[in-house]
C-alpha cells in the first residue's frame, strides 16, 4: 500500500515564481529523492511575518557583540602538524555520552589518548586523573583533520583545555570547537610557534590583545582575531548563544 504523499514546502522569492520541495511518491534513487524539484505555483501556504528581535539579538545581528576579552594562563601542551581526531580522542571512546556529567569526565580523562607514546612520552591527562595540568594546547597546521566528530573539541574542554593555538585548522574541527563552546581555536598570524615551544613552558594566551606569550622562552606570537566566533564560544556554544542574545527561546521561558 502507497503511503501518503508528505505536504509540500513552498520558498517564495521576489517574483511570482515559487519552488516547491516535495517528496510526492519518492523517486527510486536516493539522489533522485535528495534533489526532486519541480516549479509549481502554491496560491494559499503564505510566509508568516517574524516577530520583532530582542535588542540583544538586534545588536548580535548587527555586530554589536562585544569582542572577547579572555586571558588563559597556566602550562602548555605542545604537539606538531596533522593532529587527527582519532589522535584527539580514540574510536573506542565515542560511545560515551557528553551530555551525561560523568561521562563527559569520562571522555576528558581519554583526550590525546591516541598520539603514539613514542612521539609523545608525556600523557595529557595523567594515568588515573579525569583532568589535564595544560590549559593550553599548540599545534602545528591542519589540527583535527580527520572524522567530523564533534567528540574531538569536546574531550579537549572536558578534560580542562581552554584554548588551541595552531597555524591552521581543519574547518570541521574549528566550526565543532565554536558550536560546542568547548575551546578558543585560535590561529596563528605566522608558523612556527610550535617548534619554538616545549610542554611545559608557561604561557598566556591574551584574546582582547591577540597574543600568545610563551614566558618560559620569552617569545611573543600574534594570533589572528578571533571574530565573531569569539562571543558564541564565550557564550557556552551556539545554542547558548542563540539563547543569550534572544534568538531563541531561553530554558527557562520554555
Known sequence: MAA??????????????????????APASAFL???????HRHPTLKCRRAGPLTPAAAAAAAGGS???????????F?????????QIIPAEHLTLVPSKPEE???LGSFAFAGLPSAAYPTPFVAPGEESTRYTVIVGGANFGCGSSREHAPVALGAAGARAVVAESY?????????ATGEVYPLELADAGAWKECKTGDVVTVDLGNSVF?????????????????????????IFAYARKTGMIASKAAA
Open 4 to 25: 501518503a504523499a508528505a505536504p509540500s514546502v513552498v520558498a517564495t522569492t521576489a517574483g511570482a515564481s515559487t519552488a516547491v520541495l516535495s517528496p510526492r511518491p
Open 66 to 76: 562585544s569582542p572577547s576579552s579572555a586571558v588563559f594562563h597556566g602550562e602548555v
Open 213 to 237: 606569550i610563551n614566558h618560559t622562552s620569552g617569545k611573543e606570537y600574534k594570533l589572528k582575531p578571533i571574530g565573531d566566533a569569539g562571543p558564541v564560544i564565550e557564550a557556552g556554544g
Open 104 to 106: 563527559y569526565r569520562k
Open 170 to 178: 581543519a574547518r570541521i574541527f574549528f566550526r565543532n570547537s565554536v
Open 78 to 86: 605542545v604537539v606538531g602538524d596533522n593532529i587527527d581526531t582519532d
Open 33 to 39: 529523492r535528495r534533489t526532486y524539484v519541480t516549479s
